[in-house]
């Protein structure tokens, strides 16, 4: 005899879920990512003993809500049944409160979940409004689910709050990250920067710009004379070198690129050397060499472009002095 198909109960309810939301707020997901670390560094962990590590006996729905908000942050991510913090995560639990590379981190987070980014810039020009109405709001365009929205609002408001952004305004939009081409502030003369390189932070300290080639594609930084790529630098803070004589503005042509026998990690770009002469009173010479000599053509340019630069010296000291004469 054929089964009989069972009819669905007359009261039963078609389940009404949320868009999808970290379960946990930034603050609690960091302290969690926190515990992992102190456990196992920067391993990668076998994912119940992640769970273990961040308090939760086994795989039920609560850690695994807890694990997908890690992951909508940006904080780890998994591979082959591994955990492991990303690059994001390490800087804000390597290093210590108040540094700005973990502060950056932080409000990278903030803004990753999407129904997180779409909140902010959809009340970005006016600010958040009370919690009543963003209630509403949620319940009735975003079409959450009455019981939960609560518990989101709360996680919300305390991720602004934990990453410095309760002013909204702060926040770049993303119709403008787009128009960026989601590149960061390019360094400039002054700009405190960061270098990561292979996926690795190179600066155990931010660093300051002190020179930048023509084209923009390499910058010199405090304490060296060797080229960094620009697109490898983060912006930590915009400023400008105190004091003007420390201003270095690199005019060269672009380094050629290395070959693939010269590329090293202790060889980015070539290096640049300063020479200064005091001649006599106030009048002195500086010149900027940028790489090493290739062939003897580059010696016997160095040298043409000297002799110019003395005929244009020679023929200014002669016009000053007929001018001199006649007065």
């Given at each position: 005899m054929a089964e009989q198909p069972v009819p669905p109960k007359k009261?039963?309810?078609?389940r009404h879920r949320s868009p999808n939301y970290p379960g946990i707020g930034l603050r609690a997901a960091v302290g969690k990512i926190d515990a992992l670390y102190k456990a196992d560094g920067l391993a990668a962990s076998p994912k119940l003993a992640a769970l273990k590590h961040m308090g939760y006996e086994r795989l039920h729905s609560e850690a695994a809500r807890t694990l997908s908000a890690l992951k909508s942050f940006g904080l780890v991510e998994e591979t082959n049944d591994r955990i492991k913090l990303t690059q994001r995560g390490i800087e804000i639990v390597a290093r210590p409160q108040g540094d700005p590379i973990r502060e950056k981190a932080i409000k990278e987070c903030a803004v990753s979940p999407d129904i997180y980014q779409l909140i902010?810039?959809?009340y970005r020009p006016t600010g958040l409004p009370s919690d009543a109405s963003l209630k509403s709001d949620l319940i009735t365009v975003r079409k959450f689910n009455p019981t939960a929205v609560d518990g989101f609002v709360q996680d919300f408001r305390d991720t602004l709050e934990f990453a410095g952004l309760s002013d909204l305004k702060v926040v770049e939009s993303k119709q403008s990250q787009e128009k960026n081409g989601g590149q960061t502030v390019l360094p400039q003369i002054g700009s405190l920067v960061q270098w990561e390189s292979g996926g690795q932070i190179q600066f155990t300290e931010p660093k300051r710009v002190r020179g930048l080639t023509?084209?923009?594609l390499w910058a010199f930084v405090d304490g060296s004379d060797t080229g960094l790529p620009v697109k490898?630098?983060?912006?930590?803070?915009?400023?400008t070198i105190e004091k003007p004589a420390e201003r270095i503005a690199v005019v060269s042509p672009a380094p050629k690129p290395l070959t693939p026998e010269l590329a090293s990690p202790s060889?980015?770009?070539p290096k640049m050397r300063s020479y200064s002469w005091a001649l006599s009173g106030d009048f002195s010479a500086k010149m900027e060499l940028f790489g090493d000599a290739r062939a003897d053509e580059d010696i016997d340019a160095l040298a043409e472009y000297v002799q110019i630069t003395i005929k244009a010296l020679k023929r200014s000291l002669a016009a000053q002095k007929t001018v001199s004469g006649k007065n």
């Open positions: 009261d039963q309810k078609p902010m810039e959809e023509e084209d923009g490898e630098l983060t912006v930590v803070s915009v400023g060889l980015v770009a």
